[in-house]
């Protein structure tokens, strides 16, 4: 398990170690806003309760980039791990399925690598799919494929504790942290 950083600003930054965030707090670069009281960290000196959320001290900016390139991980991220055409989670996969990348225009066709193209799909539905237009093959899609926001590709891919959700929630707007745990 790891801490979530946030800004002086209370803008959730990153995950961090808890050996990182302990450091932070002891240099008095951060101070901690949840602490887990049933892990106590100890050393020679010093028992302190293991830090969840930390908050910095001074306000360091951080350039975005809001474009991602579309990758695997972050793809099945967006579309909650499941295939866009039967409806499956990868955990309802058979031996030897997996989730697969799938273009609704395939590129033999002029299809790109855009967010707008790209769908996860199990490997049985890509295969059927094949090289066709949804129209030919006669499978429809669950959801439209959209270009998620910078906030939702960065925290879907991560695992946040209870505590950790609501600090990003609370910055963030509730429809983020609603997408975030779908």
Sequence with gaps: MGCLALNASFEPLTIIPVRRAIRLVIDGKAEPLEVDPLRPVRSESLIMDTPVVIRLVRFIHVPRRFRRQVTNTFL??????????????????????????????????????GWSNVVTACSKCNLKKADRMLGECGMTLKTQPREPNHVELIWAVRRVTPAQARYIGMFYGEDVLAALSQ
Excluded: M, V, W
């Excluded at 996969?93 to 790109?112: M, N």
């Design 76 to 113: 099945f991220a967006r579309d909650g791990y499941r295939c866009q055409y039967c409806s499956r989670h990868r955990r309802e996969l058979g031996y030897r399925e997996s989730l697969t990348r799938d273009h609704i225009k395939p590129i033999s066709r002029g299809g790109d690598n």
